[in-house]
């Protein structure tokens, strides 16, 4: 072997090394990029999805009917609110501890009363418990659980209003 030959081969060998190491930090960027743009989508650990929605449905004129799922990631709390319309949920997931602060609400499992929850007072609502509220009951939820809590909502609300008001 002449020395032009070694010289080929050891430049044949670093052209390979370089390539091998420019594939492996391609690689590498890659992976950190995918990491990266899922941090930034990150679960939200409060969620409120519409999964249904009419405006102006008959007999409620300016008004906007909805169906909503709330999904409340364990330890996490909704901030005290209330809604600008009337409000009916049913727990279909978990237990969630619901404090009322103004007004009230019944707690109904089925048709039958299950209790009371009045201004002042908590309680817990587990799966298939259902609940309807005014628009000037003030309130707040929590998930005091391990397991999301799950909530269905059927909504009446004014066309345009938010689906909830944070209480001053």
């Known amino acids: 072997m002449t020395d032009s030959d070694g010289a080929t081969k050891r430049g044949l060998a670093r052209l390979v090394c370089a390539l091998v190491f420019a594939l492996l930090l391609?690689?590498?960027?890659?992976?950190?990029?995918a990491t990266a743009g899922s941090e930034t989508s990150a679960h939200a650990p409060i969620?409120?999805?519409?999964?249904?929605?009419?405006?102006?449905?008959?007999g409620a004129p300016g008004r906007t009917l909805a169906l909503s799922r709330v999904t409340i990631d364990p330890g996490q709390a909704l901030d005290l609110h209330h809604h600008p319309g009337t409000q009916a949920s049913q727990v279909s997931r978990g237990t969630l501890t619901y404090w009322?602060?103004?007004g009230g609400v019944t707690v109904r499992r089925g048709e039958r009363v299950v209790r009371r929850i009045r201004a002042g007072q908590h309680g817990q609502i587990p799966a298939g418990?259902?609940?309807?509220?005014s628009p000037g009951t003030i309130h707040r939820g929590a998930n005091l659980g391990t397991k999301p809590v799950v909530i269905l909502i059927a909504s009446l609300f004014r066309t345009g209003s938010p689906a909830s008001i944070p209480a001053h």
Request: avoid cysteine; charged fraction near 20%; charge should be negative.
């Open 47 to 58: 969620t409120r999805d519409v999964l249904a929605q009419a405006s102006n449905p008959a």
């Open 26 to 33: 391609a690689a590498a960027a890659s992976a950190y990029a």
């Open 129 to 133: 418990d259902w609940i309807a509220e």
């Open 100 to 102: 009322v602060e103004k």
